[in-house]
């Protein structure tokens, strides 16, 4: 089955500074690839995704991009800020009714 | 923005009792899922549900776990018989039919602390 790995595990950056997360998947038969934030004691909160089709997919401060030869895709934030602290999770699945698969999480800390 | 609810957001138990996690789903949903979280670990699936039958499930969701939707509203998770590494957050969710995993919608988790 589908396996997600991603990293780093924790980050912390000067707020206004750029936040990349990476994640690699095993499954080629894999499409969606979601990104959700999940706050302190709340629901994961789908940010942004993308599909095997575009590279590269882009929502104001949020940018996913998408490497399929390689199996890899990453979130990008870019003018971080203290608001942008929490765990971020990256998920892959087949589509249609398959299950997404998570990757462990990222959390992280942005610093004023 | 509509919601999924759980009940309840803390369950302590002790190992070897059966406990039941409750899930309100959105009303116009009808695919509904259980993951869970162990601390410091990755978000897992346990088992999709749809027209009142189980669609998919992992290895995780062995025979001490089950699911139900008893009233046509609520979708629950049994684990009959407690174990330690059963401990973990337990997320549920749904979306409609004909849509993609886009659409889905988790609610806010329940907290299971097996003693």
């Known amino acids: 089955g589908e396996n997600v790995e991603q990293h780093p595990s924790t980050l912390s950056v000067q707020e206004g500074d750029s936040a990349v997360i990476k994640c690699t998947y095993s499954d080629s038969a894999s499409n969606y690839f979601p990104w959700y934030k999940q706050e302190l004691g709340k629901r994961p909160q789908l940010i942004i995704d993308i599909r095997s089709n575009v590279g590269e997919k882009k929502d104001q401060r949020i940018a996913v991009t998408l490497n399929k030869t390689a199996k890899h895709f990453s979130l990008h934030i870019t003018e971080t800020q203290p608001e942008d602290s929490a765990v971020y999770f990256c998920a892959a699945s087949r589509g249609g009714n398959t299950p997404l698969v998570f990757g462990k999480g990222t959390r992280l800390s942005v610093i004023a | 923005e509509p919601e999924v609810t759980q009940t309840p957001s803390h369950q302590v138990t002790q190992m070897g009792q059966e406990v039941i996690l409750r899930c309100v789903p959105i009303s116009n949903h009808l695919y509904f899922y259980w993951y869970r979280q162990i601390l410091g670990q990755k978000v897992e699936f346990l088992v999709s549900?749809?027209?009142?039958?189980?669609?998919?499930k992992s290895e995780i969701f062995d025979d001490q776990f089950s699911v139900e939707r008893p009233d046509g509203s609520n979708f629950t998770l049994k684990i009959r018989s407690t174990k330690l590494e059963d401990s973990a957050m337990y997320f549920c969710?749904?979306?409609?039919?004909?849509?993609?995993?886009?659409?889905?919608?988790f609610g806010s988790g329940t907290q299971l602390s097996v003693l």
């Open positions: 969710a749904s979306r409609v039919p004909g849509t993609g995993l886009e659409k889905l919608f």
């Open positions: 549900f749809y027209n009142n039958e189980i669609s998919e």
